[in-house]
């Protein structure tokens, strides 16, 4: 029997409902036997794009994870994640990716994306992933900073309980760093040079105790200075 904390009073008491959306049909295959052949877990949902997602999602039951690819024609996987988010909270979401930008992680985590996984990755870890998910809420590999653990353990802290007051330029700073914009694009967004932008950065660096970017946003999603 397997728990899903983010579903209140839910247990599953047979297999859990897994969807694929993922373009290459080889990959979406090659996931879906693997997933079959776990034991605990069936495939009821296998999709070429977000379109085709919400296509089947009218016409059959609901899985309880899916596995989303990001880069897919028609919809690709942050439009699919932005539309299961508001129109099926319930539905976990875990994200295979590259993981190779800063941004994309920021991009994700800021659509309030909480288990991910490479694609390289072999399939024991995938099905770590799914039991990871299901009974911790979250999934993160080694390569994802330590303080993603630590947003998902605790909660979301109120404005008015952050332990360091940050000024207007820097919150602002913050907000900014939490889309997908690059820091020149900033400076021009806000009309400072790159300097001052470089300035608030590494100020924030210091006085938050965090040495990236992505630091910074795990700070502003976990203190609640910006919606998720």
Known sequence: MYYNPRLKNHRYLGKVRIGVVDDHVMLRDFMATAINNFGNFEVIL????????IRQLAATAIPDIIIMDLNMPVMNGYQAIKWLTENYPEINILVITM????????????????????????????EHALNALLQDGYFYPPEVSVQIKDLFQHPVKKQKE????????????LELCCSDITYRQMAREIFVSPR????????????????SRVGLVLYAIKNGIIPV
């Open 196 to 211: 001052t932008i470089d300035n608030y950065r590494d100020n924030l660096f210091n006085k938050l105790k965090v040495k």
């Open 162 to 173: 952050l332990p360091f007051i940050l000024n207007e330029h820097e919150l602002q700073f």
């Open 46 to 53: 296998r999709a070429a794009n977000g379109q085709d997602m």
């Open 99 to 126: 993981f190779d930008s800063e941004a994309v992680l920021v991009r994700l985590l800021r659509a309030g994306v909480r288990a991910f996984l490479k694609k390289e990755a072999p399939p024991r870890d995938l």
